[in-house]
């Protein structure tokens, strides 16, 4: 699998990097390997793509179902960051592209913000200023 991460759990923060030719599965596969153990619950996490050099899962269904099962993964009561390194623009887009399906789950408690650099993530990362959950509208609220 192009995708290695290494969990720090001092820092709390799960540092993922991806190489080569990215697949749906190979995406779908670290988020349901990492993101369901117990031991990360409530942890943040950057992905670092400037090494990645095809992505096959530029479908914005594919973008859209990895958001929603991302959502769905996220503990109810806990914030978290994460972190996307694009410095290619088609890969920056889909980041993009992704955090706004994230922003728009009501299950999401995780804030996504996209970079173009690593220093700048890994910052914003260390930052407790947009530790709070977004205001989302309840179904209920009329």
């Excluded at 969990?7 to 990492?34: M, N, S």
């Excluded at 955090?99 to 407790?128: C, I, M, N, P």
């Amino acid at each position: 699998m192009p995708i290695v991460y290494r969990i720090d759990h001092t820092w709390r923060c799960v540092d993922t990097r991806a190489h080569g030719v990215l697949t749906h599965e190979d995406v779908f596969q670290y988020q349901r390997e990492v993101w369901g153990r117990s031991d990360v619950v409530g942890y943040n996490e950057i992905v670092d793509v400037s090494n990645v050099s095809g992505i096959e899962t530029e479908s914005v269904d594919r973008i859209r179902q990895l958001a929603e099962l991302s959502a769905h993964m996220d503990p109810t009561s806990v914030l978290s960051k994460f972190a996307i390194v694009a410095s290619n623009p088609l890969y920056y887009d889909l980041g993009l592209l992704y955090q706004t399906y994230r922003e728009l789950h009501a299950k999401s408690t995780k804030q996504v913000r996209v970079f173009e650099g690593r220093e700048d993530a890994l910052r914003w990362l260390d930052t407790a200023e947009e530790d709070k959950l977004p205001n989302k509208m309840d179904p209920g609220d009329t």
